[in-house]
DNA sequence: CTACTGTTTTGCAGCGCTGCAAAACACAGC
DNA sequence: GCTGTGTTTTGCAGCGCTGCAAAACAGTAG
């Protein structure tokens, strides 16, 4: 295996030090010309390529972010990644990938024990099973950007759409169609659930705000927010004496695991069950029906998340820790409106 | 930003030297248990972690592998990634992630530009628009392992189901449940089209075998294998004077949209259109009706070839390069039996 | 006590790059 | 020609680790 052109063996054919070398490489102001393009040619001659490791090593920064996901089959987070990865290429970031599969321990471990030594400048997390008390051991060196669950205690950024309102918007939707019993799958009450809470309240308000009860018993928790538990927890409410005849899912996921279950009883969606869900991922545009659905802004989500990071990342004292949001919007497909 | 612990730190604690901390540190044989404590201790105490960019920089490795694939929010691709990450983690290494949006260019500058100075040891790759020529024309230093499209030219291994018995397989089903005019939705009669063409030919070989004419007209292109392009050729199928009444997708994603299409004209599955899909995907199981698939063996797909890029890694000489068959089995749900 | 073998520990160079500060150069003004 | 100012180039140390080979040590045999 022959030895790879270091900058060295450049300096050498252009006849200038390495350290010149090195400043036209990056691009480093007062370089002559006449140096910038005999150097310029010796690197295309020797086709040189910077050895990345070393430049990293040199600088102290390891030039790749971390992104920290539950699940990464799960096509929320995967539409995510990409826009995540899109962005950090631009400024010449890599992403490292690291799914936790929500286990608590995992989480913790990864932003207590920092950046692992150089592997990565800084974290985008999107946490699932992470109490803040984990969040205030965690090393106060690592740039932290946090996405969805948890709000932001000032120490790092925190963005996220507003989940209650939109929660509202979506019960709106399903009582502005007249819907007598509105069901909502997705609560998660204890301490790791903010986001899961957070759109309960907005299904309460909506509620409220017209004068209606809050029919508790159809307010249904579920572990993840995945298709198998959407399935199952609408069984649970067909099965009822009096069920439902909408459902607000906390994830597109779960909507689809219901009308799954909806459909394979022999109901029809909407005519006897409407149902909206959350995220807005592909899945939900062509399933049958399409489901209607809260669509946040995934595209400034992600670039909105690198852009702070990285801006963390290069100050030298910790910018202020931020409350971001990012826009969302109702998308109605046929799970609740029917055929047009 | 106080300064990282290093070896030497640990050495001066324990009162040895450097070179021996790294011994413990690495597990390293010829250490007297003695000496191993009393580092252990140092190290322990002072929270040493190793950098690990100044051990690959010494080493001459990086300690990270890519996975090059075309689409990440596609579920296929999604759910292999996540398999590779906990194999590769399993050995220590890490997973760098690039998505190429089949772009050839790209896809050519990754493995001809080879391991861009060490930032990863080896390539995982699922090529789209990869044609024999740019995959001679490749970094021979690389080590790299080949998924799905092309098979092997003996320098590196590939990994894939037999696409020909699995598609043969998939069209024999439909041919066994009576359908009289079975399309195809998928091929790629094109240069960086090898893997659906395989698809074709074992959809031709399970006519032939029953003496059956094929309909070439019902074999339909497409230049991706998701939901949209699905759906558009399901649309142009079903404006024939003569429709089929089965049709074989060569993703689950194609059959999705395809079903999307058939459903959305008010006819249904499998009663008017019988549907089998490719890939196994989550969201086949769950889709209104879930999806018949072949479903191919990811777990071991992504485990060995991340066992067989360790080992190229680690190899002085190459090792041969091999052409690796994966598992996969047909399963069969409502899109083509119905309500069992 | 010396020689020899095998084990454990050490010292140093160097991976390839950049930060820093000094050196060299260029040019203007006196 | 000399001084001063600003620009361009250089040299060296060092990022934190490991490879290598030598040094120190231990144990055994003669």
Redesign the interface.
């Known amino acids: ?1 022959r030895r ?1 052109v270091t900058l060295r063996d450049v300096a050498e054919l252009a006849g200038v030090s390495s350290r010149t070398v090195s400043n036209v490489v990056n691009g480093y102001a007062n370089v002559t010309e006449r140096t910038r393009i005999r150097v310029q040619r010796a690197v295309d001659e020797l086709g040189y ?6 430049r ?2 040199a600088q102290g920064r ?1 030039g790749q972010i971390a992104l920290v996901v539950p ?3 799960t ?1 929320y987070f ?2 995510l ?2 826009s995540v ?2 962005a950090a290429r631009k400024s010449g970031y ?6 936790t599969d929500g286990d608590a321990e995992h989480e913790r471990g990864f932003i207590a ?1 920092g950046s ?4 990565f400048d800084g974290v985008i997390f999107s946490p699932l099973g992470l109490d803040q008390q984990a969040l205030a051991d965690r090393d106060p ?1 690592l740039p932290l950007v946090i996405l969805g669950e948890r709000t932001s205690d000032g120490t790092f950024d925190h963005i996220g759409i507003d989940d209650v309102a939109a929660s509202r918007q979506a019960t709106d939707h399903l009582l502005d169609l007249g819907r007598q019993r509105v069901a909502a799958i997705g609560d998660q009450p204890y301490a790791t659930g903010e986001a899961a809470q957070r759109r309960t309240r907005g299904f309460r308000e909506a509620h409220h705000a017209r004068g209606l009860p809050v029919r508790e018993d159809l307010i249904i928790s579920t572990p993840r927010f995945n ?2 538990d959407g ?1 199952q927890a609408m069984a649970h409410l067909l099965d009822r004496e009096d069920p439902p005849d909408a459902v607000f899912c906390y994830s597109d996921l779960v909507a ?2 219901a ?2 279950t909806i ?2 009883r022999g109901l029809r969606v909407p005519e006897d069950v409407a149902v909206i869900g959350y995220d807005d991922i ?2 939900g ?4 029906p ?1 489901v209607t659905t809260i669509s946040p802004d995934k595209e400034m989500i992600a670039t909105t998340a690198v852009e702070r990071l990285l801006l963390r990342i290069s100050s030298a004292t910790p910018p202020p820790g931020l409350e971001l949001r990012a826009p969302h919007r109702l998308i109605v497909r046929e799970s609740t409106i029917g055929r047009g």
Chains 1, 2 share one sequence.
């Open positions: 295996m790879e390529r910077p050895n990345v490791l070393a990293n090593l390891s699940y990464l089959d096509p995967s539409e990644l990409q990865i899109r890599n992403v490292l990938i690291d799914q024990h692992r030594r150089l592997l060196a298709r198998p399935a689809l695991g009308i799954h459909v394979s592909e899945d545009r062509f399933s049958n399409p």
